[in-house]
């Protein structure tokens, strides 16, 4: 089945840093791709995504781009802010009435 | 705006007892899912609902079952609540299909005493 492999966290930066994290996928299709953010106490929501293949998606200084020839989806941003600080979940899905598939999640904390 | 609302946001119960979490949204949408998410594990698909009165399984529905009885809302219910059940449980809707958003509610953190 499909399924989504993020990097372990906790990732821990000091404001301005490069933040890289990483997100492969196995899927039997053509996939859609997302990352969802959630805030300390709040529900999931969405940060970005692509549709298909070498799409880049972005928000809020975050990009992402649909890379097919290495099933990856990493998820960038130039320079973190503390306001950036929450978990980071990458996730998929082959569309019609299939859920999204998750990742584990990568909690990001930003430092001043 | 999307709203999804859940019915409580913590919840305190004992062993054994029957326990409703309740999710409505406001926005006409056709998909509608449970997840449970605990730490190291991500997110979990414990049922999902296509349709009024549809439902299908997820990865664990085991101990849970659900309702949709109405297109704006989607019950969560255990039966008889057990200590592994405490979790925080988030409700998310979507219109459907391939490119759609899902937008979650706030979640709901159960403790089963």
């Known amino acids: 089945g499909d399924s989504v492999t993020q990097m372990e966290g906790p990732v821990t930066l000091s404001e301005e840093a490069f933040l890289t994290i990483n997100c492969t996928y196995t899927?039997?299709?053509?996939?859609?791709l997302f990352w969802y953010v959630q805030y300390p106490g709040e529900g999931l929501q969405l940060l970005l995504k692509a549709t298909k293949a070498d799409d880049k998606g972005s928000n809020k200084g975050f990009e992402a781009t649909y890379r097919k020839e290495t099933t990856s989806f990493h998820l960038e941003k130039g320079s973190v802010q503390v306001s950036d600080s929450a978990v980071y979940f990458c996730?998929?899905?082959?569309?019609?009435?299939?859920?999204?598939?998750f990742g584990k999640g990568t909690r990001l904390s930003v430092i001043a | 705006d999307v709203k999804v609302t859940q019915s409580s946001r913590y919840l305190v119960k004992r062993t054994g007892e029957k326990v409703f979490l309740e999710c409505v949204q406001d926005m006409d949408h056709e998909n509608m899912f449970w997840y449970r998410q605990d730490p190291g594990l991500g997110l979990r698909l414990i049922y999902f609902?296509?349709?009024?009165?549809?439902?299908e399984k997820g990865d664990i529905p085991e101990g849970y079952s659900v309702s949709r009885e109405k297109k704006e809302r989607f019950s969560l219910i255990l039966e008889s609540a057990s200590t592994n059940q405490t979790s925080m449980y988030l409700c998310?809707?979507?219109?459907?299909?391939?490119?759609?958003?899902?937008?979650f509610g706030p979640g709901t953190r159960l403790t089963v005493l």
């Open positions: 899927a039997t299709g053509y996939p859609s």
């Open positions: 996730a998929l899905t082959e569309g019609g009435n299939t859920p999204l598939v």
């Open positions: 998310a809707t979507a219109r459907g299909g391939r490119t759609d958003t899902q937008y």
């Open positions: 609902s296509y349709d009024v009165k549809m439902k």
